[in-house]
């Protein structure tokens, strides 16, 4: 069975993903008063009603992020990801234009990003588009806090959104004088050009031997081009892997 306490602090712990002027009036149900969770949810209490009754909205954006944070990490309930999500929003509602939103903007960029993975080609359209929906956020946050501390993690989330990924294979046979098939993985490219070196028999092993793709690459280039092509690749701007299938042209016997 689970401990009880920590059952308790879990599930508590989603209860209390709120904005800091309901917070402020939260119960919590009896723990030990020496219970780290105990003291630190308290102690939240007392930074919302100061920042709240001084009015440093900065400083209690800021707070507020990081105990929602802090909370949906150690709950366990179905709701703590939309719960911190209505988070989010409020704060962005209530103090619209605080540099201390960039990294509010930021975690709701990140938010869209995590649930993107769940997208399923085949499915529908279910998540295809919030790798967009991210990227627009970051971009939004840049233009509007661009020296911010929110805006360089954006900086890094647009690039990693935005890198182009390309992963080829083709079939381990093929028949001679015959065109074959390369099936295509990649993100972030409309279009595919491709060389056919021919490696000799002798320096076959060496290819297969090294490590990298740069340095294959580095050591194919050294053989004469035996046939080269190239192919469009459908891109809709969804930031996804998508997967196709092209034909490499017809090879000789032995090539």
């Known amino acids: ?28 149900p009896l723990l030990d008063s020496l219970n780290h969770t105990h003291i630190s949810l308290n102690l939240y209490k007392d930074l919302f009603s100061y920042q ?3 009015k440093e909205h900065n400083a209690l954006i800021d707070s507020h992020l990081r105990m929602i944070k802090w ?12 719960r911190y999500v209505r988070n989010l929003r ?29 997208f399923q080609p085949l499915g529908g359209n279910a998540y295809k588009w919030d790798y967009q929906q ?16 929110g805006a360089a993690k954006c900086e890094a989330l647009i690039a990693l959104i935005e890198k182009p990924a390309l992963r080829i294979a083709t079939e381990e046979v093929n028949l001679p004088n015959k065109p074959f ?3 295509v993985n990649y993100r972030n490219l409309d279009h595919l050009y491709f060389r056919l070196y021919r ?23 050294q053989f004469p081009i035996s046939k080269r092509g190239d192919t469009y ?14 034909s490499l042209p017809a090879l000789a016997p032995g090539t």
Not at 71 to 82: M, Q
């Open 199 to 221: 490696i000799s028999s002798d320096k076959a092993s060496t290819f297969t031997d090294l490590k990298t793709s740069l340095l294959r690459w580095d050591f194919a280039r």
């Open 71 to 82: 909370l949906r990490k150690y709950s366990s309930g179905l709701d703590k990801a939309g």
């Open 90 to 118: 409020h704060m962005i509602e209530t103090y619209p234009g605080n540099t201390a939103l960039a990294d509010v903007q930021y975690e709701m960029a990140m938010v869209y990003t995590s649930i993107a993975g769940d």
């Open 134 to 149: 991210a990227w627009e956020i970051c971009t939004a946050t840049i233009q509007e806090f661009p020296k911010s501390r």
């Open 233 to 246: 690749l459908a891109f809709d701007g969804d930031f996804h892997f998508h997967r196709t299938e092209t």
């Open 181 to 183: 098939r390369m099936q």
């Open 52 to 54: 709240l009754g001084n």
């Open 1 to 28: 069975l689970p401990n009880p306490a920590a059952f308790v602090v879990s599930h508590l712990c989603q209860g209390l993903i709120m904005p800091p002027e309901e917070y402020l009036t939260a119960l919590f």
